[in-house]
């Protein structure tokens, strides 16, 4: 993720802010803003993924891979109901840790696996 790509992720997820397509559609004409909600939409789902998996004391864990060719970070949330897997590049790991409950929910759910 270039530079002001991941920057605009941080602001958009770590600030929980919303845009509307219909009141900044000139926004959504950049490529960089549209990778960035793109993946912050990803971001958003993960973490609904581990509120839902924190409340049903479901298990996370988290470990450190090569993916094509690049580190990343490979999540693996299983609970009664199913597994999922998620790959974050280690640029997206570090803003999805930065969010505060996004952060505090991985060191609980690591720390009670």
């Known amino acids: 993720m ?30 960089r803003f549209r990778e960035a909600i793109s993946v912050t939409r990803r971001l958003r789902g993960l973490l609904l993924d581990l509120e839902k ?3 049903s004391s479901g298990a996370l864990v988290v470990a450190s891979i090569q993916h094509a060719g690049r580190p990343a970070v ?13 790959y974050l590049r280690d640029d997206e790991w570090e803003v999805f840790c930065a969010h505060a409950r996004a952060g505090a929910l991985v060191d609980a759910l690591q720390a009670a696996a």
Do not use: M, Q
């Open 2 to 31: 270039k530079r002001t790509t991941r920057a605009l992720v941080a602001h958009l997820f770590v600030g929980d802010i919303t845009f509307s397509r219909n009141r900044n559609f000139a926004a959504f004409d950049d490529p």
């Open 74 to 86: 490979r999540l693996e949330l299983s609970a009664k109901h199913g597994k999922r897997v998620s």
């Open 53 to 55: 998996l924190a409340s």
